[in-house]
């Protein structure tokens, strides 16, 4: 795909979701997302392909090229500490919540406070960790879903705050193929942190 083609892209994808970003209501950007899988086509090159990952015990992925270890799954409600701290042993993925800014940063620290998986250093990956997830020959969602589980195309939150203008952070959607030097933070749209979006744990190098 051409440079100008990823370029639109990313616009259309901050064009729907700008929107609802600052309607100030703090609710889902979207309220019916649904796990998808990554389709593959022999026309594109997989640039996150199953070879760069590891298991890492039944819950976790680690990364080789980076040296993160992921979540497999999206970040379930913390309110529920029992369940939290033995979800990492169950098979199947908990029901993924969506979080404001301010209430998944607090909740990678809860995560923490059980020692979940039997760690406590996991956190809110930053913008380039997280859009070192993205898997440019992806249809459906820019995302490896061997490793990963529930996938979602939609925005996800990081941890890296806009410090020109308060009140907005960082997010990677994975429903949009960009290039890391698309926009400002490597193909990241700035959300309005009151809004409600997914939330994957990393823990590793680098921060």
Same mark, same amino acid.
């Given at each position: ?13 901050? *064009?729907?979701? $700008? ?23 022999? $026309? ?29 799954? $999206?970040?379930?409600?913390? =309110? ?33 406070? *059980? ?7 996991? =956190? ?43 009140? *907005? ?6 429903? *949009? ?22 939330? =994957? ?7």
């Amino acid at each position: 795909m051409k440079r100008v083609q990823k370029k639109a892209l990313v616009l259309m994808g901050l *064009v729907a979701f $700008l929107g609802g970003c600052f309607g100030g209501s703090g609710g889902s950007v979207s309220a019916t997302d649904q796990p998808s899988q990554c389709l593959s086509s022999e $026309l594109v090159e997989r640039s996150k392909p199953d070879s760069l990952y590891q298991l890492a015990g039944t819950s976790f992925t680690f990364d080789t090229r980076t040296g993160l270890t992921w979540d497999k799954c $999206l970040l379930m409600d913390v =309110r529920d500490q029992t369940l939290l701290s033995s979800a990492p042993e169950l098979e199947e993925c908990q029901r993924a919540v969506r979080y404001s800014w301010p209430d998944a940063l607090a909740a990678a620290n809860t995560a923490n406070m *059980v020692n979940y998986g039997g760690y406590n250093d996991w =956190r809110v990956p930053n913008a380039k960790e997280l859009h070192s997830l993205v898997d440019e020959g992806c249809g459906g969602v820019a995302m490896n879903t061997t490793y990963f589980r529930q996938v979602m195309p939609a925005l996800h939150w990081t941890s890296s705050p806009d410090v020109a203008r308060p009140g *907005v952070a960082w997010a990677v959607d994975l429903n *949009v193929h960009s290039s890391a030097d698309d926009l400002e933070v490597n193909g990241s749209p700035w959300v309005g942190t009151d809004n409600r979006l997914y939330v =994957r744990l990393v823990r590793g190098p680098g921060r």
